[in-house]
């Protein structure tokens, strides 16, 4: 018990010294990972220009951002090639390429991070667990507890449907912590949540219409009576409304507030403590009430 | 009909004050119910003060996203560029009511949220083996009642960013239509979620302390629960699509 609590606390130290040399060393300046388009530089620092409106306009409404401001080079933002954000443009058109195009790398960092991760822990496995498989194991053995307990001992093959969706929303919510313009939470894109949240719900209306049989699916809308059948329709878009929004609005609230406090606080130590909150708590927190809630809707379909 | 740039900055104030204002004092609330219920089962449970002070940390975290939501509104109302463009009256009554709408929004939810936590933590102190299933059925029950909330961010989102800033062919009688129409949705999410949030939450803390009474039949609990919040929570959906129509329709 004690070395555990000596673990925890060495974490955050070492986390709180991380972000302490951030926010004083590079006051006001930010990491960049990519290639500088003017000095073919790998990795540099530059002082922030934008202010904090700038700022806020650009992760809402980058269309306006662009035609706002006159930027000239819009494919800058994106820090990747110009012959990519020209493929995006033609998809997206010419602002929301930029969020569109960050958002695709950023999945693409993730899923090759798990996939890498999933690879290394199935290869390194072995009967003398280390550290990081022990971990994994208990992540496993959790959802898998959970998923026996609200589905029945023989549906246990759901458990890896939703480890997966636990672990996606868990490491995208903690992306956040690296301070790299661009890198930036997959989750705090409306369009994330809302696939996930389609996704389950689909797979419970998919699930359910194939135990019912399609008259008992259709008479299950129109109860009370046969009336109320759109309300209950209503209802079901709401369920994919609230599942998904809730996600949304607790990781882009807490991207927003971050932003707005350490911008007025002038980067000095506040983060640390908003990221610890919003990003680490709050993000794993959200990650999984969005299984459970997937989990539990899932339930009341399936089970009699 | 463009508002003054002076004049719109009230109506911004407004909203964000309102907003961030109203949703704390229930958030407080909440929060603070939550705490007390734990001070009381630790007088019980000395023992299982571990359990019990994590499991006031996560309940209030969800307590508090209601707050969070309405804080966000907030700043996007004080900090979102919404004074650099010409905007006439129907998109400043729809800023306020934006403000209204998650303000209001969250009170109902964040009292139901408070109620469901302690009853919880009640349940822990009778029952401390069976933590780990009360907690689980909290978050749930915590995550359902605050559906409210989530409809009336969604109503503030779509105020604030689908309202164009000026309308085309404007005359007087339409645009005290619309201002009329935008600042009445904002208000109908708000009431309209206050009842549901409230009673959701009863239902979730009722559930939570069964469980610890019985918690071999924990799915049957959360099963019942569940059917009991979708009947409540029908008439928080009317108010949602009565909003919907006022924004779109009207």
């Not at chain 1, 680490?280 to 009341?300: D, H």
């Not at chain 2, 209204?100 to 964040?110: E, R, S």
């Not at chain 2, 164009?164 to 005290?176: G, Y």
């Not at chain 2, 918690?215 to 919907?244: C, H, N, P, W």
Request: glycine letters at 10%; proline letters at 3%.
């Amino acid at each position: 018990m004690k070395s555990k609590k000596m673990s925890l606390k060495t974490v955050l130290i070492v986390f709180f010294l991380i972000e302490l040399i951030i926010a004083f060393f590079f006051l006001g300046s930010t990491l960049h990972i990519g290639t500088n388009p003017d000095t073919g530089q790998k990795i540099w620092f530059e002082k922030k220009t934008e202010t904090m409106n700038q700022e806020i306009d650009f992760d809402i409404q980058p269309d306006l951002y662009v035609e706002k401001y006159n930027v000239e080079e819009p494919w800058k933002f994106t820090y990747g090639s110009k012959n990519l954000y020209d493929i995006f443009v033609k998809m997206f058109g010419t602002g929301s390429a930029i969020l569109n195009f960050r958002l695709w790398r950023m999945i693409l960092y993730l899923d090759i991070f798990m996939i890498l991760l999933a690879l290394f822990i199935r290869f390194k496995s072995s009967k003398i667990p280390s550290k990081i498989q022990v971990v994994f194991e208990m992540v496993y053995g959790f959802i898998d507890d959970l998923v026996a307990e609200t589905l029945g001992d023989n549906k246990r093959h759901f458990t890896k449907f939703f480890l997966t969706i636990f672990l996606f929303i868990f490491f995208s919510n903690w992306s956040a912590l690296l301070p790299i313009p661009g890198i930036s939470e997959p989750t705090k894109n409306l369009n994330v949540p809302l696939g996930l949240g389609f996704m389950s719900i689909g797979l419970v209306h998919f699930l359910s219409l194939r135990k019912k049989g399609i008259i008992d699916y259709a008479k299950g809308f129109c109860e009370p009576f046969f009336i109320m059948a759109p309300l209950n329709i209503v209802g079901e878009v709401s369920k994919v409304i609230s599942i998904s929004f809730r996600l949304f609005g607790n990781i882009f609230g807490g991207a927003i507030i971050t932003l707005v406090i350490s911008s007025l606080t002038k980067n000095v130590i506040v983060p640390i403590g908003l990221n610890l909150f919003f990003t680490m708590f709050a993000g794993t927190i959200q990650a999984f009430v969005f299984t459970m809630l997937a989990l539990t809707y899932l339930s009341m379909e399936i089970v009699d | 009909m463009i508002v003054q740039a002076d004049i719109l900055k009230v109506f911004l104030y407004l909203g964000a004050a309102l907003s961030t204002g109203i949703a704390s004092l229930s958030a407080g609330y909440g929060e603070g119910f939550a705490a007390a219920h734990t001070a009381r089962a630790m007088m019980r449970q000395p023992n299982a003060n571990n359990n019990l002070t994590r499991t006031m940390l996560i309940s209030q975290a969800i307590v508090e996203s209601g707050a969070i939501f309405a804080l966000v509104i907030s700043m996007l109302l004080l900090f979102g560029g919404f004074t650099s463009r010409e905007t006439d009256w129907a998109k400043a009554f729809s800023l306020l009511g934006a403000g209204l709408a998650i303000g209001l929004g969250c009170t109902g939810p964040n009292f139901g949220s408070g109620y469901s936590a302690g009853m919880a933590i009640d349940g822990i102190a009778r029952n401390p083996s069976k933590s780990g299933r009360i907690t689980a059925n909290m978050l749930i029950g915590q995550a359902i009642t605050e559906s409210g909330t989530i409809f009336s961010l969604v109503i503030s989102l779509l105020l604030l960013y689908t309202v164009p800033a000026q309308m085309e062919d404007p005359t007087l009688m339409k645009i005290i239509v619309k201002s009329c129409a935008y600042l009445t949705a904002g208000l109908v999410i708000g009431i309209g979620t206050f009842g549901p949030g409230a009673g959701i939450g009863y239902v979730a803390g009722k559930a939570n302390i069964s469980i610890s009474k019985h918690s071999k039949d924990q799915g049957l609990i959360t099963r019942t629960m569940f059917l009991g919040a979708a009947v409540s929570e029908s008439t928080a959906i009317y108010a949602l699509v009565v909003a919907f129509l006022l924004i779109f329709v009207s």
